[in-house]
């Protein structure tokens, strides 16, 4: 038996919608992302699934993403494949704004690929993963899949064959995720979205990922939380997100760096400058927005590998509660 992991991811990261995206982990040790073992090969494709957000995944096994990742991949390779006997643990809830059908898909094609004797390159397998979650999402965008399967903080780079590139971090810095509990559907979540930005508004979206980048890199760590502004999304996703304006005055009027929509949403996330405001932001938020049995809130590192085979010492895939 072989078994696989891919980290969760936030997409957008309020600055760079559809351009950039991070990989995260919980700080305590949990796994945030999916769990893929595969116990073996036989006649036929053979998927069980288990974990805490099951329920969210549909009743027939053969509209789950992994199935639909197999034949694909088989497709890609061109050539028959043995079918597998697969065990999907699900830890990460659907239309959260986690990239979950993005871990999904990005650990079953890592997976593959490595059983397979890796008969694809990266490349491949990553342009594969982003036309798999784009059938899921409406639209083609590799800020999930890219963070997801190589991990950090990745830059999504317009017709370069490279496809992605990793930027630098604030290691100190803690990234508070919190999921209410609801599900909000990222085709309907674009389905609000201009088709049309003005140049004014196109030069002032540029302007300020090149701020946030340029910050990265000059570890000016003001005025990365400073460029940290979604001029495209977030306007139009505000009557979807009612909360999250409230929510985001009362952090940052206690030193929060930056509140902003994970993805599509309904997760929020949270920049903190500190282990002990990470803190203070998962608390409140656990509070005050958290909203039924299906919440979750957790406090993040970035992620720095991303898919990768588990070794029979990593435990610590228990559920994030």
Not at 51 to 71: E, I, M, S, T
Not at 298 to 318: I, N, W
Request: proline share 5%; with cysteine.
């Amino acid at each position: 038996m072989s078994r696989y992991f891919a980290p969760a991811s936030t997409g957008n990261l309020s600055v760079g919608f559809d351009l950039l995206g991070a990989a995260f982990e919980p700080t305590d040790g949990q796994a945030l992302g999916d769990e893929l073992a595969i116990l073996g090969e036989g006649d036929a494709l053979e998927l069980s699934v288990s974990g805490r957000y099951v329920h969210q995944l549909p009743a027939d096994l053969n509209d789950n993403l992994v199935a639909k990742c197999f034949y694909a991949f088989e497709q890609a390779v061109g050539r028959t494949l043995p079918r597998l006997r697969l065990e999907l643990v699900k830890h990460l809830p659907v239309g959260s704004g986690l990239g979950s059908s993005a871990c999904s898909i990005v650990v079953a094609l890592y997976a593959f690929n490595q059983h397979f004797g890796r008969p694809l390159s990266d490349q491949v397998l990553l342009q594969l993963m982003a036309e798999l979650e784009g059938g899921v999402s409406g639209s083609v965008h590799y800020d999930n899949v890219a963070p997801s399967f190589f991990g950090g903080l990745q830059l999504m780079l317009q017709d370069s064959p490279q496809i992605c590139r990793s930027l630098p971090w604030f290691d100190h810095w803690r990234v508070v995720l919190c999921y209410p509990g609801t599900v909000l559907s990222t085709k309907a979540a674009r389905a609000v979205l201009p088709q049309q930005l003005s140049l004014k508004h196109s030069i002032a979206f540029a302007g300020m990922l090149s701020r946030f980048v340029s910050a990265l890199y000059s570890r000016d760590e003001q005025d990365a939380l400073a460029a940290l502004q979604d001029l495209v999304a977030e306007p139009a996703r505000r009557s979807l997100m009612p909360e999250l304006e409230p929510l985001r005055a009362a952090l940052m009027a206690e030193g929060v760096g930056h509140v902003g929509i994970s993805g599509a949403g309904p997760t929020i996330f949270a920049v903190c400058r500190n282990e002990q405001q990470a803190q203070f932001a998962a608390s409140y938020l656990q509070t005050q927005y958290a909203k039924n049995q299906d919440a979750m809130t957790v406090v993040c590192r970035l992620a720095q590998q991303g898919a990768r085979a588990l070794q029979d010492q990593d435990t610590g895939l228990s559920r994030c509660n």
